[in-house]
């Protein structure tokens, strides 16, 4: 479905990035992921090389500007023709506003926006030469709040990814380029596992009790489940498609 495709997956070392990343090279994209961790970069590539693709992986942190220009140096090095740009990597930090500060705001707007922003930008050309896509992963919490999960600037931002999505498909699409978002709920990730560590006991048992009151479906999904549907919008069964935010979420939205 993806042969011959090269997919650039921010945040592709672990948890949905990774997710994604597998469902790719299983249709056939070779891959270049970005990641700060090396060692999760090397275990994502020994687990991925069964799928017999190209694998390349560069360690950087998108949330420093400066960074972005010469990770997409490499990246247009390796490959000048970017078919697929999975914007996926984001912080997720739930503080009380009175407990929040500029250093907070900041880590959440240069990673989840900025670093997006970005890279989408220094990739654009690419991705019209190819008549690419981009898929930006949101969050329910651009339209929904959580009692117990304080999420004024993560919701800020993904408030954010959905209008960048919008209006960058309203734009490009004259270009024959497609951009939409997905927005996961709770997701079974290594960044779930550290939010709820930071909870009193109590209220980690609360968040896991409240999943069958206000998840239709009565559990959380899984990576997998926000990789297949990133499958579709990448594929030609959706080059119909563009400005829309997938929401994956178990009927979360409506309820």
């Known amino acids: 479905m993806l042969k011959n495709k090269l997919a650039v997956i921010t945040g592709g070392s672990d948890g949905i990035g990774l997710g994604i990343a597998s469902v790719f090279a299983q249709n056939g994209a070779d891959l270049c992921l970005i990641s ?16 017999h693709v ?10 420093v500007s400066e960074n972005v220009k010469k990770t997409v140096e490499t990246i247009l090095a390796i490959n000048p023709s970017v078919d697929i740009l999975v ?28 670093s997006m922003y970005l890279i989408t930008k220094a990739l654009y050309s ?18 929904r709040m959580l009692q117990g999960r304080n999420s004024t600037a993560y919701s800020l931002t993904k408030v954010a990814v959905d209008s ?29 596992l550290h939010n709820l560590q930071q909870m009193e006991e109590e ?7 409240m999943i069958s009151t ?27 498609i563009t400005g829309t935010i997938v929401h994956v979420d178990g009927g979360l939205m409506v309820n």
């Open 54 to 63: 190209n694998i390349h992986t560069i360690s950087a942190d998108v949330s």
């Open 214 to 240: 206000i998840y239709p479906l009565q559990k959380i999904g899984e990576p997998n489940d926000i990789a297949q549907t990133a499958l579709f919008l990448a594929s030609d069964m959706a080059k119909w």
């Open 87 to 114: 914007n996926n990597a984001g912080i997720a930090r739930f503080i009380p506003f009175e407990d929040s500060n500029e250093d907070v705001l900041d880590m959440h707007i240069n990673l989840n926006i900025k």
């Open 36 to 51: 700060r961790d090396i060692e999760k970069l090397e275990k994502a590539k020994l687990q991925l090389r069964a799928h």
């Open 126 to 143: 690419s991705l019209i030469d190819t008549k690419g896509c981009v898929i930006n992963i949101s969050s329910y919490f651009a339209d």
């Open 203 to 209: 209220k980690q048992i609360q968040f896991r009790n």
């Open 164 to 192: 960048f999505t919008k209006s960058l498909a309203f734009e490009a699409g004259k270009k024959g380029v497609r951009v939409n978002a997905i927005a996961p709920g709770s997701i079974e990730t290594p960044q779930l």
